[in-house]
């Protein structure tokens, strides 16, 4: 089978996954990413797994007043070029022939490692975000929860990416914010000197390392993206550990930031495994995870429904 996705083998060998690079991928004209086989899949997706809003976003955007955009999903698909908005479908694994397209490109990578399999390269939990895009359309200053090969489909790209080793970009707190609230921080713009900034083209992409912060602008042309992912023990770990302050901090209680209290940490650690256990089977249902996100990370964890209209006309 050819790589899906492929890079200098220095890359694999000294900077995988701590620091970012380019990559190369054979994607951009596959028949699962083009603007019709997106438009099925949108009417496919529950309503939580669909995100979009005006793409006249600023880098440094407050996501209270993120600019909405008055289109169903399936119309800004149809008018993308004319639309002004920025859309991202969540979790495309669940549907089988999706699932296909980002196990094929991270067992390239497991192979470019010398691992026979996802497992053994310690790939977990893959998920795929496929973003669709109008032009100059910004996607704001953030930090996901994860690590992510970044591919170029259709249309040009800037996509920067900042070294936050040393939390002067975004602090402990601000981190457990974006992976448990909203992933959006405030951007300054001094920042700039210190970005990879990456000008992207189809079959072109990017390695984003977990919690490395990020931004994103769409050129003359629209866009349309894919982001693999997947997860490791110890960033699951980590994320738990976010998760379970966060739930602490807003009751009240103060939290030390991961890895400061090594024996308290495991018992967060061990609460968040067992509720995620129980909830799991619950999940099935779009109205309970809204439910378990409200009780879990406060009243504004469903921002993304923010917009969109149910069949009386209302927002959400």
Same mark, same amino acid.
């Given at each position: 089978? &050819?790589?899906?996705?492929?890079?200098?083998?220095?890359? #694999?060998?000294?900077? #995988?996954?701590?620091?970012?690079?380019?990559? &190369? @991928?054979?994607?951009?004209?596959?028949?699962?990413?083009? +603007?019709?086989?997106?438009?099925?899949?949108?009417?496919? *997706?529950?309503?939580? @797994?669909?995100?979009?809003?005006?793409?006249?976003?600023?880098?440094?955007?407050?996501?209270?007043?993120?600019? +909405?955009?008055? +289109?169903?999903?399936?119309?800004?698909?149809?008018?993308?070029?004319?639309? /002004?908005?920025?859309?991202?479908?969540?979790?495309?694994?669940?549907?089988?022939?999706?699932?296909?397209?980002?196990?094929?490109?991270?067992?390239?990578?497991? @192979?470019?490692? /010398?691992?026979?399999?996802?497992?053994?390269? $310690?790939?977990?939990?893959?998920? $795929? =975000? +496929?973003?669709?895009?109008?032009?100059?359309?910004? &996607?704001?200053?953030?930090?996901?929860?994860?690590?992510?090969?970044?591919?170029?489909?259709?249309?040009?790209?800037?996509?920067?990416? =900042?070294?936050?080793?040393?939390?002067?970009?975004?602090?402990?707190?601000?981190?457990?914010?974006?992976?448990?609230?909203?992933?959006?921080?405030?951007?300054?713009?001094? #920042?700039?000197?210190?970005?990879?900034?990456?000008? *992207?083209?189809?079959?072109?992409?990017?390695?984003?390392?977990?919690?490395?912060?990020?931004?994103?602008?769409?050129?003359?042309?629209?866009?349309?993206?894919?982001?693999?992912?997947?997860?490791?023990?110890?960033?699951?770990?980590?994320?738990?550990?976010?998760?379970?302050?966060?739930? *602490?901090?807003?009751?009240?209680?103060?939290?030390?930031?991961? $890895?400061? @209290?090594?024996?308290?940490?495991?018992?967060?650690?061990?609460?968040?495994?067992?509720?995620?256990?129980?909830?799991?089977?619950?999940?099935?249902?779009?109205?309970?995870?809204?439910?378990?996100?409200?009780?879990?990370?406060?009243?504004?964890?469903?921002?993304?429904?923010?917009?969109?209209?149910?069949?009386?006309?209302?927002?959400?």
């Amino acid at each position: 089978m &050819t790589d899906v996705l492929t890079a200098e083998r220095a890359a #694999f060998e000294t900077l #995988f996954p701590k620091k970012p690079f380019r990559i &190369t @991928h054979n994607l951009e004209n596959d028949p699962r990413l083009t +603007l019709d086989a997106i438009l099925e899949l949108v009417k496919a *997706l529950p309503g939580d @797994h669909i995100e979009y809003n005006s793409g006249q976003a600023n880098i440094s955007q407050d996501p209270d007043a993120t600019p +909405l955009v008055d +289109l169903p999903p399936e119309e800004i698909i149809k008018r993308v070029e004319s639309a /002004g908005a920025w859309m991202v479908l969540k979790k495309i694994e669940a549907h089988p022939a999706y699932k296909q397209l980002l196990e094929d490109a991270l067992l390239s990578v497991a @192979h470019a490692q /010398g691992h026979d399999s996802l497992k053994e390269a $310690g790939f977990s939990n893959v998920e $795929g =975000f +496929l973003f669709v895009s109008s032009p100059h359309s910004t &996607t704001p200053f953030h930090i996901d929860s994860e690590d992510n090969f970044f591919v170029q489909i259709h249309g040009d790209k800037l996509f920067s990416i =900042f070294d936050n080793e040393d939390r002067s970009l975004a602090n402990e707190d601000q981190i457990e914010h974006c992976i448990t609230k909203h992933r959006n921080v405030a951007y300054n713009d001094n #920042f700039d000197a210190r970005a990879m900034h990456n000008d *992207l083209k189809p079959g072109e992409g990017v390695f984003v390392p977990y919690l490395w912060p990020h931004y994103v602008k769409t050129k003359d042309s629209y866009s349309i993206s894919v982001a693999i992912t997947w997860k490791t023990k110890e960033t699951k770990r980590r994320n738990q550990l976010y998760i379970a302050n966060a739930m *602490l901090r807003d009751r009240g209680f103060p939290q030390a930031a991961p $890895g400061v @209290h090594p024996s308290w940490d495991a018992a967060k650690v061990a609460f968040i495994a067992t509720a995620s256990a129980v909830a799991s089977p619950l999940r099935k249902s779009e109205e309970l995870r809204k439910f378990f996100r409200k009780i879990a990370l406060g009243k504004n964890a469903n921002y993304y429904y923010r917009g969109q209209k149910n069949e009386e006309g209302l927002a959400n």
